[in-house]
């Protein structure tokens, strides 16, 4: 058993890992206790399941990183800003992309729609990330193809279930 302190945004999280057969790993927020499923029924064995980061914060690419190590995904690289993860999503056939969509250069819709003008069969799963999910944000991540949505501060509830659908689809 193994305890971490994260502090992202002003929330901070305990994440405490229990190894109860490898079946599951609780992350506390505030008072309110999340069990995490790590154990999936899917053909997909999650360490070969390829993810890119993209955020221009490092404690919000820390904070969705820990989740994901603890649902036991190793493969998993960061881009800081457009320029850079578009790059990265020509160069790597990623399964699954956490796309901010404020960030530098371009902003995220803006690169998912270079990247499926470039890519139109891709089968990467994207999900748009922000603080701030307008009727006009969604129908802009909508007209380029994204997948899901998730706000933040991350919702330890939503991000699972946009992980669990993630599986589904790859």
Same mark, same amino acid.
């Given at each position: 058993h193994s305890s971490k302190i994260v502090k992202h945004l002003n929330? =901070?999280?305990t994440i405490n890992k229990f190894e109860t057969n490898g079946i %599951?790993? %609780?992350i506390i927020h505030g008072n309110k206790q999340h069990k995490l499923n790590v154990f999936n029924h899917h053909k997909v064995d999650n360490s070969d399941v390829k993810i890119l980061i993209v955020d221009d914060n490092k404690q919000n690419q820390e904070c969705m990183e820990h989740i994901l190590t603890?649902?036991?995904f190793y493969n =998993?690289?960061?881009a800081e800003d457009g320029e850079e993860a578009y790059d990265k999503m020509i160069l790597n056939n990623y399964n699954f992309?956490?796309?901010d969509i404020k960030i530098p250069i371009f902003d995220g819709i803006e690169v998912v729609k270079k990247?499926?003008?470039q890519?139109?069969?891709s089968k990467t799963f994207i999900v748009a990330v922000t603080a701030g999910i307008s009727d006009e944000i969604k129908k802009q991540c909508f007209d380029v193809n994204m997948d899901a949505f998730l706000s933040k501060p991350i919702d330890i509830d939503s991000f699972d279930k946009i992980i669990n659908l993630m599986l589904?689809? =790859?």
């Open positions: 929330i =901070i999280y %599951e790993n %609780e603890f649902k036991k =998993i690289d960061h992309v956490l796309m990247y499926k003008a890519c139109p069969q589904k689809k =790859i």
